[in-house]
C-alpha cells in the first residue's frame, strides 16, 4: 500500500489549491479514504472523508471551503481548497478508511 | 463534537522500561455493533503517524507486540512494554466512531 500526496505550496489568502494523493497497493475503489492536517508543531486535525460509494463529510472549520472527491479510474483522492486561510497552513496527509495507511504528507502554506 | 484527552503531555520512559498512556473521552466510544472506535497512533519526528493499535485492542500489521491497547466505553489505555528507542515520538489517540472525528493532543514519550 502506498499513498503519495503532491500539490501543495504557498498560496495567498482568499486563492485556491488542489491536493491530489495517488494510491496504490490496493482496491482503492473499496475504501473510503480521509483528509487529515497538521499545522506546524500541533496536533492531528481531520479535515474530510469520503466513502467508497462518494458520501462525503467534512469539519466545520472547511464546510463550504474544501471539497473532498474521488477518481477511482486514476486511484486518486482529491481535495480542493476554496477562500484559504492562514490558518489552514498545515502538513496535508490522506489516509484510507480506518487510518491503516497514511501518505508522507503535502505543506499547504497560506501566507501574503 | 466528541473531545479526546489525553494524559500525561509528556513521559519519560528508561529504556527497558514499561510505560503507559491514558486517553479519556467525552462520550462512549462503544457501537451497537459491540466494537470500540479508539485508535492510537504514533508520530516519529519529522514522520507521517502510523497506526499502533485500532478498534482498541487490535494490534496493527507490523507493530511490535511490546504494545498493547486496551480500556472500557470511555478510558483507554496504551501500553509500551520494554520501551525501546525506537518508541521516541508522539503517541495521539483518536476516535472514528462519529464525524468529526477527532484527536488527543498527544503525549510526547522521551527516554531518560
Known amino acids: 500500500v502506498q499513498l503519495v500526496e503532491s500539490g501543495g505550496g504557498l498560496v495567498q489568502p482568499g486563492k485556491s489549491l488542489k491536493l491530489s494523493c495517488s494510491a496504490s497497493?490496493?482496491?482503492?475503489?473499496?475504501?473510503?479514504m480521509h483528509w487529515i492536517r497538521q499545522a506546524p508543531g500541533k496536533g492531528l486535525d481531520w479535515v474530510a472523508y469520503i466513502s467508497s460509494s462518494s458520501g462525503t463529510v467534512y469539519a466545520d472549520a472547511v464546510k463550504g471551503r474544501f471539497t473532498i472527491s474521488r477518481d477511482n479510474a486514476k486511484n486518486t483522492l482529491y481535495l480542493q481548497l476554496n477562500s484559504l486561510k492562514s490558518e489552514d497552513t498545515a502538513i496535508y496527509y490522506c489516509?484510507?478508511?480506518?487510518?491503516?495507511?497514511w501518505g508522507q504528507g503535502v505543506m499547504v502554506t497560506v501566507s501574503s | 463534537d466528541i473531545v479526546m484527552t489525553q494524559a500525561p503531555l509528556s513521559v519519560s520512559v528508561t529504556p527497558g522500561e514499561s510505560a503507559s498512556i491514558s486517553c479519556r473521552s467525552s462520550?462512549?466510544?462503544?457501537?451497537?455493533?459491540?466494537?470500540?472506535?479508539v485508535y492510537w497512533y504514533l508520530q516519529k519526528p519529522g514522520k507521517s503517524p502510523q497506526l499502533l493499535i485500532y478498534?482498541?485492542?487490535n494490534l496493527a500489521s507490523g507493530v511490535p507486540d511490546r504494545f498493547s491497547g486496551s480500556g472500557s466505553e470511555t478510558d483507554f489505555t496504551l501500553k509500551i512494554s520494554r520501551v525501546e528507542a525506537e518508541d521516541v515520538g508522539i503517541y495521539y489517540c483518536g476516535q472514528l466512531l462519529e464525524n468529526p472525528y477527532t484527536f488527543g493532543a498527544g503525549t510526547k514519550l522521551e527516554l531518560k
Open positions: 497497493g490496493f482496491t482503492f475503489s473499496s475504501y473510503g
Open positions: 462520550k462512549s466510544l462503544l457501537h451497537s455493533n459491540g466494537i470500540t472506535y
Open positions: 489516509a484510507r478508511s480506518q487510518t491503516d495507511y
Open positions: 478498534r482498541m485492542s
